[in-house]
């Protein structure tokens, strides 16, 4: 097997052990369910699924990072068999990891055009696009 496909197996697993613990479970096991079944019985992988998340949730109770370790190992095993065998899984694996993964945390830049315009001789006018804590609007002077 290629590096790549070797990569792409371990962050499947590393994805999957993760999402065990959260409310969006149900969907992502079915999702993996599917991948992972080609040619054998669904209800068979569902349930070793069930038993790798009973057995990660026992394992983090117990403070047991190594357990926690061997049902991400089975499960990066597995995954690389399955694209080993069946070289178009890796398409279905990826599309499954974009979905799972977070929204980009790079800032996006806009261009902002501003105009103001009146016949106020003073006064204080502010543009921006996000003030956080601690600004005072208004006239923050006095003249002696």
């Known amino acids: 097997m290629d590096a790549e496909l070797a990569a792409l197996a371990a962050a499947g697993a590393t994805a999957l052990v993760q999402q065990m613990v959260t409310d969006g479970w149900g969907n992502v096991r079915d999702r993996v369910v599917a991948l992972c079944s080609r040619g ?31 049902v991400q190992a089975s499960w990066r095993v597995r995954l690389r068999r399955t694209l080993r065998d069946d070289p178009e899984a890796a398409a279905e694996l990826r599309a499954i990891l974009d979905e799972l993964s977070p929204q980009s945390t790079t800032p996006t830049t806009l261009n902002v055009h501003n105009t103001f315009s009146g016949g106020v001789s003073h006064g204080v006018v502010v543009q921006g696009g996000t003030f956080g804590g601690g600004q005072t609007i208004g006239e923050s002077w006095r003249r002696t």
Request: net charge negative; hydrophobic share 40%; charged share 50%.
């Open 40 to 70: 054998r019985d669904e209800a068979a992988v569902q349930g070793e699924l069930e038993e790798s998340r009973a057995d990660l949730v026992a394992a983090r109770d117990a403070d047991d990072e190594e357990a926690a370790a061997d």
